[in-house]
Structures are given as C-alpha cells and as structure tokens.
C-alpha cells in the first residue's frame, strides 16, 4: 500500500500544538535562530500565534520533529506533498536541506510574507466553479490561489477585486482570511523577488522521496534543483492541491498521513478523494499509535 506524507501549511496552526515536542533538540536550536521561543508561540493566543511570521516557523518545526520520530518508529513515506508552507517540512522530510536551514528559508520567508500589504484572500465555500472561472478570468486582480477541494477555494488580489467576484458569485459562505496580503498572487511579486535572492543562496541535495509540488502537482520528482525552482516560484504561483491529491490517486497512493498540526489536509483530502486511508500525526502519542 503506498503511503504519502502530507505536511500542512498556514491555518492549521492552533494554540497548544506541539505541547508534547518541546523537549526535542530542534524546538531549543530553532529558537536560537528565531530569537524567540517557538514553545512559548505554540502556547501563546491566535493575536501571536495567528502571524505570520510567527506561524509559518511554528508549524516547520512541529512538522519536522514528527517526521522525524516517524522515521525513528521505521516509517517511511512513499511520496512527500505539503500545502503552500509545508512543502519546506516535506522536503526537509525528503532530505532536500538540512533542519536549520530549512527554518532559515521559512523565516525568511514568513517574515517577507507578513510584510505584503496591498491585496486580500478570502476562502469560498459551495459555488458555481465554471462561474468562478469565467470570473477570475474576467478580472486581471484576483486569481484562484488555493484550489482546495471542488467546493473550497480561496481567491487572492485586489480588495475590490475580491470583493466584486464574491459579489458576482454569491458562494453559499465567504470568509476573509486574516492576512496581511494576497499570497499566491502575482501581488507577491516584489516580495517574491527578495525572497528569490536569499533562496538562490541554498543548494539543494537531490530527494531520497518523491515530491509533488503545488506547482506542477502531476510530477513527483526527486532532483535538488527542480524543487528549488518550484519554491521559486510558489509565492506567486497558486497551491493547486486538488489536482495533486487527483493524482495521488492515479499514483496508487491508498493512505495520507498528515504530518504536523491540525486535520486540515485529511479534511480536503477526503472531500476530494473519499476512498483514501486518512491518518493524523500531531503529537508524539500518535506517532507511537501508528505501530509499524
């Protein structure tokens, strides 16, 4: 039976994760580079918890121990996959990069992110998708940035431009997300290009796993530099995690692990693919639960 570690992203977070981690070597050696205490974050309310660039290295970390208390349990994934921030912890998990650099990468990064202003995210929940469609392409500021499941989607742009559309659409539910600019826009360009210069810095080992990206979701891929392009790109580019879990399927995959906080990938994954075995790992005591 083939198996894929999914590793989740920004919004999984929630106040308490990771309570059972925080003796691991890596909690205190990320904390050292952060200059803050990632246990104290993880425990602190959603006005901390809840920025971005104190998230985004929270919910590494958390997925990287538990990678790694998985494969010292003798687990092993046969494809890696994450949602927007998790694909760092899926290639750490893959060996693309070491642990601290890594988390110097999502640093960066988060903390470039929760410096964009200028656009609003808003998630879509029971719509017409072939009107959605026709509307995005109708309006050059906004796009569909996260193509969840085939009824959850969020959309990404302008504020008057997200807002027109959801007016057009009238969706059974919207929700404004509570970010500080449109990720996975072409409004992240700026932010995108410095973040390109730091990233261009880091060399990639090729993977001992196969990645699938939210990029070019239908192809696995273990080269170094391939996946380094595809976070290249990722920051403007939208997390097409519907089609990669469409074609986990096609792959063979029968079982998804998330890895790390929350149940919000196994939440879509089931939406999207029903038949799918669905396990979450959060904690240690899961880990362990898991057997081998």
Request: glycine share 10%; hydrophobic share 45%; with cysteine.
């Amino acid at each position: 039976m083939k198996t894929v570690w999914v590793f989740p992203g920004q919004g999984s977070q929630g106040q308490g994760m990771g309570a059972d981690l925080v003796n691991s070597e890596k909690f205190a050696a990320a904390s050292e580079v952060l200059g803050w205490s990632v246990a104290e974050v993880c425990q602190s309310g959603n006005e901390i918890l809840g920025r971005t660039d104190f998230t985004q290295p929270c919910l590494y970390v958390i997925s990287a121990v538990l990678s790694d208390l998985l494969k010292e349990q003798g687990h092993k994934p046969d494809f890696v996959a994450g949602h927007s921030l998790g694909e760092y912890s899926a290639l750490y998990c893959a060996g693309a990069f070491d642990f601290l650099t890594g988390l110097k990468l999502v640093q960066k990064r988060s903390v470039l992110m929760s410096g964009a202003t200028g656009g609003k995210m808003a998630a879509l929940m029971g719509f017409d998708r072939e009107k959605l469609e026709f509307l995005i392409d109708q309006c050059q500021d906004v796009v569909i940035a996260n193509d969840n499941s085939g009824d959850q989607v969020v959309i990404s742009g302008t504020a008057e431009g997200v807002s027109a559309v959801i007016a057009q659409l009238k969706p059974k539910r919207s929700v404004y997300l509570a970010v500080s600019g449109a990720f996975h826009s072409p409004l992240m360009a700026e932010a995108a290009a410095e973040f390109k210069h730091f990233l261009d810095k880091v060399e990639f080992a090729d993977l001992s796993i196969p990645f699938l990206s939210n990029v070019h979701p239908t192809s696995p891929t273990q080269s170094g530099k391939v996946c380094h392009n595809y976070l290249s790109a990722q920051m403007t580019a939208p997390v097409r995690w519907r089609e990669l879990c469409l074609h986990l399927a096609e792959l063979g995959c029968a079982r998804v692990i998330e890895v790390g906080a929350g149940k919000v990938l196994t939440g879509l994954v089931k939406r999207i693919v029903p038949a799918m075995g669905l396990v979450n790992v959060a904690d240690r005591g899961q880990v362990l639960a898991l057997g081998n």
